[in-house]
């Protein structure tokens, strides 16, 4: 049934939402309906004076919390206000979607005093709906009390490619079935935590070893083989009604010959997305600041129209964009002289204000202020880090079984070897086996001089010891324990993140797998060394 819209309405009207979308989206001009399409983000810790601009002068519908300005939460907090602030002083009060990367594991966006999870993979070794629904909970609980509204999670992405270094322990599995019913655990955690979740990155980008922030990777898969592995996840999704999905600046060249991206592609993004797959939420870009979408389209400009006209309703930018940047004066222009490409744009604009009003009208939408008392005893989530031990637990998978469980004999001399931004591995070694436990430190991001230099120094070392605890995270990490394997010693692995470099350490006596460096992982890594419960998460991938 329509209702007349009063003149003076604003977004907090009391109107049914079809109704008001559509009053709103005719009541902006051009240029407020192109900025609500529009995401940025900062650098720094408080929002610049050139968001703020973008926001007081011309409505910016959107901003991005990136993870170089999070390092105080409470700043954070008070980041949030100020610009949702200053939305409200626009005449329409049309608020702003709020958004970041917290997907739990190795990405999370948003620092501070949040919750550092297990991830995305330790879930996917428990296999258990519970663990990806209460993850999800727990990591929104944190947000909301932030006042960010958004989360570009649940990442479903098929770790179909093992030598992916941008996915790997983001990803869930290579089951596309088991890693739908994940996705769809997470999607509603979120929403019951009141924070809208995104899954990305459309079409699936494990089937790559390429990173597309440096260039457009190609996946070499035709329709047939994409449409039964890797939309599978984003059908589950679709299917109970996800929010948002995030485009992936990707190339299939055995669908699109030209190498057009899927974030650029009407094809993919209408035609798949959108009509064959029936979604009806927002369609959000990756980064259009990555080169894996500019390089092709020949300019961010007309990358952003590209984006447009392929059927995405946000597009997002790692940097808040000058005032008088061509992203903006070319497609308003554009808007002008071109009736077809505005009727995009409104559209676009006017599923942005729906959502917009789905969201904060309903019952627990993120607080536009967030209350600083709150945000001290909200974050971290004290009944999530009780979960999340419990879920790292449930996680560890006993990959090879040697001489386990390690109990410590008279006189025997242990060395611990790991990363020295790991801390909670050598704490929660010396716990267990004794602070008299030597070290061998070296670097997470090693580069391959310093690598063969460590390799060669950790022989010499070893010698003097009985058993070797070694953290391996990453490839380099893996090349130096190889070094081990012709002294003959008890090697124990603890393997993080993605474990395939140490699928193939048959010389080592145990592997155990903990798929993150959370201390939660690490707490129940050593608990499982230790004896003090059986592991029995599986490995997510196949060797």
């Known amino acids: 049934m329509n209702c007349e819209v009063p003149k003076n309405a604003d977004f907090w009207s009391d109107v049914p939402n079809d109704e008001l979308a559509d009053f709103l989206a005719d009541s902006l001009d051009d240029s407020e309906l192109l900025s609500q399409i529009l995401m940025f983000g900062w650098a720094g810790a408080e929002p610049s004076d050139l968001l703020n601009r973008w926001i007081l002068e011309r409505g910016l519908g959107s901003v991005k919390v990136f993870g170089w300005n999070t390092d105080d939460t409470n700043q954070v907090a008070r980041s949030v206000a100020e610009v949702q602030e200053k939305a409200q002083k626009r005449r329409f009060k049309i608020p702003l979607f709020v958004a970041t990367d917290q997907e739990g594991g190795w990405i999370r966006h948003v620092k501070g005093d949040t919750t550092e999870t297990p991830g995305n993979m330790a879930i996917g070794a428990s296999g ?70 995104t899954a990305k990155h459309f079409p699936g980008h494990g089937d790559t070893s390429l990173d597309s922030h440096g260039k457009l990777p190609e996946i070499e ?29 990707l190339s299939f060249p055995k669908i699109i010959a030209n190498g057009e991206p899927a974030s650029l592609s009407h094809k993919f993004l209408t035609e798949i997305l959108r009509e064959k797959l029936g979604f009806k939420g927002l369609i959000i870009t990756d980064d259009m600041m990555m080169n894996g979408a500019t390089m092709y389209a020949g300019s961010v400009s007309q990358a952003f129209t590209a984006a447009i006209k392929a059927g995405n309703d946000i597009i997002l930018s790692s940097t808040t964009a000058e005032l008088n940047e061509n992203l903006w004066t070319k497609n308003l222009s554009l808007m002008q002289s071109d009736e077809e490409f505005r009727q995009i744009v409104k559209n676009a604009a006017r599923r942005v204000i729906y959502e917009k009003l789905v969201y904060f009208k309903g019952k627990n939408a993120a607080p536009l202020k967030p209350d600083q008392a709150e945000v001290s005893r909200r974050v971290p989530d004290k009944d999530g880090q009780a979960f999340f031990l419990s879920q790292a637990c449930r996680s560890i998978t006993l990959y090879k079984r040697g001489d386990f469980p390690l109990k410590r004999k008279e006189n025997e001399r242990i060395l611990l070897c790991g990363q020295k931004e790991f801390e909670p591995f050598f704490k929660e070694a010396r716990k267990r086996y004794g602070q008299d436990c030597a070290q061998f430190q070296f670097s997470y991001e090693l580069g391959p001089i310093e690598t063969d230099w460590m390799g060669n120094h950790i022989t010499g070392i070893a010698e003097s010891y009985d058993t070797i605890i070694f953290c391996v995270a990453n490839e380099r990490s893996a090349q130096i324990a190889q070094r081990l394997k012709p002294l003959k010693k008890r090697v124990i692995i603890l393997s993080v993140l993605t474990p395939v470099p140490v699928l193939d350490f048959d010389w080592a006596d145990s592997i155990l797998c903990g798929y993150s460096y959370s201390p939660f992982s690490f707490k129940a890594l050593f608990g499982a060394l230790n004896g003090e419960f059986a592991p029995r998460g599986n490995l997510p991938i196949k060797k």
């Open 128 to 197: 258990i709906l519970y663990d990806s629904y209460m993850s999800a909970y727990y990591i929104s609980r944190e947000l909301n009390a932030l006042g960010i509204n958004m989360n570009f999670a649940p990442t479903v992405d098929l770790y179909t490619n093992l030598q992916s270094s941008v996915i790997g322990s983001r990803s869930f599995g290579e089951d596309a079935k088991t890693v739908g019913e994940l996705g769809v655990a997470f999607m509603q955690g979120s929403i019951d935590a009141g924070v809208i979740p």
């Open 221 to 249: 898969a035709d329709f047939e083989t994409l449409e039964n592995r890797e939309l599978i996840p984003f059908k589950y999704l679709v299917e109970q009604k996800i929010p948002a999905v995030m485009s992936g600046h």
